[in-house]
């Protein structure tokens, strides 16, 4: 363990709020919020469910734009359908991470699956924004699409804590999926009496958002829909209290762009000329669109 004068402590406490997204599906979104609006290098956090669908109910995001960021969308219950005007298709189910880099744009939707659609069931999961930097927000397009089975997982030596590495690294594991500029993503579940230790560059802004149980994170309780704000230091401590519940959490962070934000509903860019540009491009059919059997 390092000296406790080089972990992180929290600086602060957001609680999430309620929104509606998309169709009108509810989310759970602790950024933006009022009060924090710049979470720097991330742009926005959405927990979607969870949820208890019935036939018929379950409601997604129909075909729209984005351009300037990414979307990294990771599902934990249930399963997402998506297909993008550059001719991707596919589905997300449970512990399946989508890391799509939209730079300079694409048309896509994002729907929960035909079949629970249908039948109804659970649904839940996440989506994260990453900002792009400057040099990088006009890029052609990428896809990571990374399976649950090759999401590189890790155990602490007692047993009690376990890691899904979607970037960056935790317990000596690291990420498959590359990111433009270094950010660390790990889902944490912490059963009652883990202690451990994320490690995280002192160059990061570092968050931790719990969604369920009640963590300690730097010593300091955290509740279930709360985002913590961590302080300097190389690492965090993360703890599930003895006797109490299960606790999952996802540890966030990545090294500040510190560049302006210009942000329009599906568009961030550095200016607002640049903005303009796009809901112009987009309008006039040069973001794609996509094409339906
Ligand atoms: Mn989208």
Redo the contacts with the bound molecule.
């Keep these: 363990m390092s000296e406790p004068t080089e972990l992180r402590k929290v600086e602060s406490v957001v609680k999430a709020h309620r929104q509606r997204e998309g169709a009108g599906f509810i989310v759970r979104r602790p950024f933006q919020t009022a009060g924090f609006d710049h979470a720097d290098p991330f742009l926005l956090l959405d927990e979607m469910g969870p949820v208890e669908y019935g036939p018929g109910e379950a409601l997604g ?1 129909p075909d ?1 734009p ?1 351009r300037g960021f990414e ?1 990294v969308t990771y599902v934990l219950d249930g399963e997402f359908e998506h297909e993008d005007s550059v001719g991707n298709r596919g589905k997300l189910g449970p512990g399946d991470v989508q890391w799509m880099t939209a730079g300079a744009g694409v048309v ?1 939707s ?1 729907m929960p699956s035909k079949k629970l659609r249908q039948a109804g069931g659970r649904f839940h999961g996440f989506q994260l924004w990453v900002n792009l930097p400057a040099r990088d927000k006009m890029i052609t397009p990428r896809y990571q699409e990374i399976p649950s089975s090759r999401i590189p997982s890790a155990e602490s030596a007692d047993g009690l804590a376990r890691a899904r590495v979607i970037a960056g690294e935790a317990l000596g594991k690291r990420a498959v999926i590359e990111t433009r500029t270094p950010i660390q993503y790990v889902h944490w579940t912490l059963q009652p009496g883990a202690d451990v230790e994320q490690s995280i560059d002192p160059e990061h802004e570092g968050y931790v958002y719990v969604f369920s149980g009640t963590a300690e994170v730097g010593g300091r309780r955290v509740e279930e829909g709360e985002l913590a704000r961590l302080g300097k230091g190389s690492g965090v401590r993360l703890a599930a209290p003895k006797g109490g519940e299960v606790v999952e959490l996802l540890a966030l962070s990545g090294v500040p762009l510190r560049e302006p934000v210009a942000w329009a509903g ?1 568009f961030v860019m550095n200016t607002r000329e640049e903005v303009m540009q796009a809901m112009k491009d987009y309008q006039s059919g040069r973001l794609g669109e996509i094409v339906r059997a």
Excluded: S
Aim: proline share 14%; hydrophobic share 15%.
């Design positions: 995001a729209h984005h979307t896509h994002e599906p």
